[in-house]
């Protein structure tokens, strides 16, 4: 959402990408539902100039059931003080501009870099000078140290399973197989949502995932291998593309995604090895899972946390690691998120029901969505609380 015609420019990326700086204070106050239609109208007045770009997650339109209608009333309110409200729409020509380094969309404003947000907020230390940070949640200061650590273990899980699909795919020219991997994920893709294709047109054949590979791979590897291998890749992608680092606690519903998938890639990487005849490859993937994603509280020792530096001299101690790790469900399940997601995923459907007791789908709290109330507590995250 624009209001009048804030300046454009072009990065200096892929032939010029038009891009627009958004107002941070304004989409926050977007996002979280801080004022009401006619406080933040008035507030984008004083602060447009010459325009101001108000933009948030799709999902913050239906953060709770008044924020389309809230939308709705902003627009409104902004129209009738007379400022144009309209989509962004980029112009022929604009200023070019370079990208600024380690720069990021959202960042804690105490810890910009160089004047700029940096990706602090995301990686937990401190773009400036390295030293890890702490922010509030629950009234109580916790370590952020934790994303440090997930962002490891994330990259260790993306390597290995884009490490198998390279092994695996051997038969071709090195060169070759990142191509390949790429067309058996979009194939794959379709299969996954092959109802949304078929709903506007795709042929049956183009979603069919068996004759796909078997066009792709051209009988160089085994069809039941690469389609393991291609739900792998595929669910590996889908978990860095949830990124829980966003908030300061990380017993949320976005890091049981994004773990959750992580042990599925790692889970059927494996057996794409075994069908493939490689056992020990299959047997480094399943303990990957287990040092990585079900021992994630045992990466302060095998990292060397405590060599870190923190802003606070507390933020790096044990203690405060393992504070940060705290289950927000003690409840449903003693683990932290991370082991907590990774059992839920490993879990055998085969398994007795008892056995099944701790793997739950339960997550904490995430701060500024709490709206409304709920007649079944037990049916969301409020239960946590």
Same mark, same amino acid.
């Given at each position: 959402?624009?209001?009048?015609?804030?300046?454009?420019?072009?990065?200096?990326?892929?032939?010029?990408?038009?891009?627009?700086?958004?107002?941070?204070?304004?989409?926050?106050?977007?996002?979280?539902?801080?004022?009401?239609?006619?406080?933040?109208?008035?507030?984008?007045?004083?602060?447009?100039?010459?325009?101001?770009?108000?933009?948030?997650?799709?999902?913050?339109?239906?953060?709770?059931? /008044?924020?389309?209608? #809230?939308?709705? $009333?902003? =627009?409104? +309110?902004?129209?009738?003080? !007379?400022?144009? %409200? *309209? &989509?962004?729409?980029?112009?022929?020509?604009?200023?070019?501009?370079?990208?600024?380094?380690?720069?990021?969309?959202?960042?804690?404003?105490?810890?910009?870099?160089?004047?700029?947000?940096?990706?602090?907020?995301? /990686?937990?230390?401190? #773009?400036?000078? $390295?030293? =890890?940070? +702490?922010?509030?949640?629950? !009234?109580?200061? %916790? *370590? &952020?140290?934790?994303?440090?650590?997930?962002?490891?273990?994330?990259?260790?899980?993306?390597?290995?399973?884009?490490?198998?699909?390279?092994?695996?795919?051997?038969?071709?020219?090195?060169?070759?197989?990142?191509?390949?991997?790429?067309?058996?994920?979009?194939?794959?893709?379709?299969?996954?949502?092959?109802?949304?294709?078929?709903?506007?047109?795709?042929?049956?054949?183009?979603?069919?995932?068996?004759?796909?590979?078997?066009?792709?791979?051209?009988?160089?590897?085994?069809?039941?291998?690469?389609?393991?291998?291609?739900?792998?890749?595929?669910?590996?992608?889908?978990?860095?593309?949830?990124?829980?680092?966003?908030?300061?606690?990380?017993?949320?519903?976005?890091?049981?995604?994004?773990?959750?998938?992580?042990?599925?890639?790692?889970?059927?990487?494996?057996?794409?090895?075994?069908?493939?005849?490689?056992?020990?490859?299959?047997?480094?993937?399943?303990?990957?899972?287990?040092?990585?994603?079900?021992?994630?509280?045992?990466?302060?020792?095998?990292?060397?946390?405590?060599?870190?530096?923190?802003?606070?001299?507390?933020?790096?101690?044990?203690?405060?690691?393992?504070?940060?790790?705290?289950?927000?469900?003690?409840?449903?399940?003693?683990?932290?998120?991370?082991?907590?997601?990774?059992?839920?995923?490993?879990?055998?459907?085969?398994?007795?029901?008892?056995?099944?007791?701790?793997?739950?789908?339960?997550?904490?709290?995430?701060?500024?969505?709490?709206?409304?109330?709920?007649?079944?507590?037990?049916?969301?995250?409020?239960?946590?609380?």
């Amino acid at each position: 959402m624009c209001t009048c015609s804030p300046p454009w420019i072009r990065l200096g990326i892929d032939g010029g990408v038009p891009a627009i700086a958004r107002d941070p204070a304004l989409s926050g106050d977007f996002a979280f539902g801080i004022s009401g239609p006619g406080e933040f109208a008035i507030t984008a007045k004083a602060r447009a100039h010459d325009g101001a770009l108000v933009a948030s997650d799709l999902e913050s339109l239906l953060a709770n059931p /008044t924020q389309a209608e #809230r939308f709705e $009333g902003i =627009v409104a +309110s902004a129209r009738s003080l !007379g400022l144009a %409200v *309209s &989509q962004p729409t980029p112009p022929e020509d604009a200023t070019r501009a370079s990208v600024v380094e380690f720069s990021s969309w959202s960042d804690y404003d105490e810890h910009l870099h160089e004047g700029h947000t940096s990706d602090t907020r995301w /990686t937990g230390l401190r #773009r400036s000078d $390295g030293l =890890v940070v +702490s922010r509030t949640h629950g !009234g109580e200061p %916790v *370590s &952020q140290l934790w994303k440090h650590a997930l962002t490891l273990a994330t990259e260790q899980v993306e390597t290995a399973v884009r490490r198998t699909a390279r092994d695996l795919l051997h038969p071709f020219e090195l060169d070759r197989r990142r191509e390949i991997v790429r067309q058996l994920g979009v194939a794959y893709g379709r299969h996954l949502w092959r109802e949304h294709y078929r709903a506007n047109g795709s042929p049956a054949s183009s979603l069919d995932f068996g004759r796909q590979a078997e066009a792709i791979v051209g009988g160089k590897v085994d069809v039941e291998v690469v389609a393991y291998l291609s739900r792998a890749y595929v669910t590996m992608l889908m978990g860095l593309r949830s990124d829980p680092r966003f908030w300061d606690n990380l017993d949320t519903r976005v890091t049981f995604q994004n773990v959750a998938n992580l042990a599925a890639s790692l889970l059927d990487a494996a057996e794409a090895c075994r069908r493939a005849h490689r056992q020990e490859d299959a047997g480094k993937l399943v303990r990957l899972l287990e040092a990585t994603l079900l021992e994630f509280d045992q990466a302060y020792g095998r990292h060397r946390f405590s060599n870190l530096n923190g802003v606070e001299g507390w933020v790096t101690t044990e203690a405060a690691w393992l504070r940060s790790l705290q289950s927000e469900v003690p409840r449903q399940s003693s683990d932290n998120a991370v082991a907590r997601a990774a059992r839920f995923q490993a879990a055998s459907p085969d398994a007795p029901k008892d056995a099944h007791s701790n793997f739950v789908a339960d997550t904490g709290h995430i701060a500024g969505e709490a709206h409304g109330e709920w007649d079944n507590r037990d049916w969301c995250e409020h239960r946590g609380r």
